[in-house]
């Protein structure tokens, strides 16, 4: 198994842009969180899916965010638009009924 | 909800001595604790986890012992080497929601 593949690996991009990050979870994993990391806030839980249905979305920051995962196997991170505070590594990370979480190697994105 | 608390967030120890790290949990339902390594620039990564009817989990110089009257967790390392050197996560979770609540973290750091 390949294990969680996070495109862009690297991303820099204007204020006002839109941003897309992709994830692919394990195959065969029921449960998808967006985590974003940055010094000051540390780790934070954006939003959590299960069977691609988004459960819990309260720590979207704002309207700017959205996510999807429209099937198994692919979900979306989206940033519309980006502003410099959204700078940060974006990672995603999948499991199967809620234990042992494996990360994706994050996207860094740098909003200038 | 649930608030993992964790310490300390700092902690310098002697190659080949033993190193612990703590973390203290609110939510009594919580059942399922893992902990992450995250090296710098790098991933969060499992290194171990206990499930609530196991007080004690060993794999090599890892340890990770549970005490649920207490509320509280440990991870124990013993022989360090400076590969140990990183960030050390402790979380909790609940059968409820399968959602992993994190500690702030510790950073380990080994002097030769």
């Known amino acids: 198994d390949a294990g969680v593949i996070q495109s862009p690996r690297h991303e820099v991009t204007e204020m006002g842009q839109e941003v897309t990050l992709r994830c692919k979870p394990i195959?065969?994993?029921?449960?998808l969180f967006w985590y974003r990391q940055t010094m000051m806030r540390g780790l934070e839980l954006l939003i959590y899916?299960?069977?691609?249905?988004?459960?819990?979305d309260s720590g979207m920051p704002e309207d700017r965010f959205s996510a999807k995962m429209p099937n198994a196997s692919f979900s979306t991170l989206k940033i519309q638009p980006s502003e410099p505070r959204d700078s940060a590594v974006y990672f995603c990370?999948?499991?199967?009924?809620?234990?042992?979480?494996?990360f994706g190697s994050g996207t860094r994105l740098t909003v200038v | 909800g649930e608030n993992v608390e964790q310490h300390p967030s700092t902690l310098s120890v002697q190659e080949g001595d033993s190193a612990v790290i703590k973390c203290t949990y609110s939510?009594?339902?919580?059942?399922?604790f893992p902990w992450y390594k995250q090296e710098l620039g790098k991933r969060p990564q499992l290194i171990i986890d206990?499930?609530?009817n196991v007080g004690e989990k060993k794999d090599q110089r890892i340890a990770v012992t549970l005490n649920k009257t207490a509320k509280h967790f440990s991870l124990h390392i013993t022989e360090t080497q400076p590969e140990d050197s990183a960030v050390y996560f402790c979380?909790?979770?609940?059968?409820?929601?399968?959602?992993?609540?994190w500690g702030a973290g510790t950073k380990l750091i080994i002097k030769p």
């Open positions: 990370a999948s499991s199967f009924q809620g234990y042992g979480y494996t």
């Open positions: 195959s065969g994993h029921d449960y």
């Open positions: 899916f299960n069977n691609n249905v988004p459960i819990d």
């Open positions: 939510d009594s339902a919580s059942n399922y």
């Open positions: 206990i499930r609530s």
């Open positions: 979380a909790a979770s609940s059968g409820s929601n399968y959602q992993l609540i």
